[in-house]
C-alpha cells in the first residue's frame, strides 16, 4: 500500500513541476517579447512609458529603486547606475576598493627596468632594512680591533671541538645499530555461522 502512496505523491510532485515550469516558460517568454518590443523604441519613449525620470538628470539622494524593475530594460537600468555611481562620493572613488580596477596587461604602461623592493614571501620592509645597514657600513666602516684569546678559552675550544665529533659518531652509531622492523600486513578474518533452521 505503501508504494501506491509513494508513487501518487511523486506524480503528483512531477506535475506540479511541470506546471511550474510551464508557467516559467510563459513568464520568460513575455518578458522577452516585452523586452523585443522595448528594444524598438528609443529611451526617451521607454522612461515615458514607464513613468521614469531622465537617469541622467538625477543627482544623491533620489531614488534608484525604479530603475530596478524587470520592465526596465538593461540598458537603462546601466545608465541610472551610472549615474548613481558618479553621484556617491563612496562609490566613486574606487581606487582603494577596486584592486585590479586598472588594466596592467598594456605592455606600453610598463616602465623599461623597473625593480622593486618587494620580495614574495618576504616583503619589502626587511630588505629595506638590509640596504639601510649595507649603506650604513659602507660610510661607516667597523673598525676591527683584534684581542688575543686567552688561555683558557683557548682549551675550552679545543675540548669542544674534540668532544663534539666523537658525540656525533656515537649518534650516528647508535642510529645504525637500530634496526627497522616492517609492520605486518594485517588481514580480516571472518567466520561464517550457520544456523540450524
Known amino acids: ?4 502512496v509513494d508513487f501518487w505523491a511523486r506524480r503528483k510532485a512531477g506535475v506540479q513541476a511541470e506546471e511550474k515550469a510551464a508557467q516559467a516558460a510563459l513568464e520568460q517568454q513575455a518578458v522577452q517579447e516585452q523586452q523585443a518590443a522595448l528594444d524598438e523604441k528609443s529611451d526617451a519613449e521607454i ?7 531622465d537617469p541622467d538628470l538625477l543627482t544623491a539622494g533620489d531614488d534608484f529603486s525604479a530603475f ?3 520592465a526596465v530594460p538593461d540598458r537603462i537600468r546601466r545608465r541610472a547606475l551610472r549615474v548613481l555611481w558618479r ?19 598594456d605592455s606600453a604602461m610598463v616602465v623599461e627596468n623597473m625593480q622593486t623592493a618587494y ?4 616583503g619589502m620592509l626587511k630588505h629595506i632594512e638590509e640596504m639601510a645597514r649595507q649603506a650604513e657600513e659602507r660610510e661607516n666602516p667597523p673598525e676591527v680591533i683584534e684581542e688575543e684569546p686567552e688561555e683558557d678559552a683557548v682549551l675550552a675550544d679545543t675540548a669542544i671541538d674534540v668532544e663534539e665529533p666523537v658525540a656525533y659518531v656515537e649518534t650516528q652509531q647508535a642510529e645504525a645499530d637500530e634496526t627497522v622492523i616492517a609492520p605486518s600486513p594485517r588481514r ?6 550457520e544456523s540450524a533452521a
Request: proline residues 5%; negative net charge; glycine residues 6%.
Open 119 to 122: 620580495q614574495v614571501g618576504k
Open 87 to 105: 553621484s556617491n562620493p563612496v562609490l566613486a572613488n574606487v581606487d582603494s576598493l577596486v584592486d585590479y580596477g586598472e588594466d596592467f596587461t
Open 47 to 53: 522612461l515615458a512609458d514607464l513613468n521614469l525620470p
Open 1 to 4: 500500500m505503501s508504494g501506491r
Open 188 to 193: 580480516m578474518k571472518f567466520t561464517i555461522e
Open 68 to 70: 530596478m524593475a524587470k
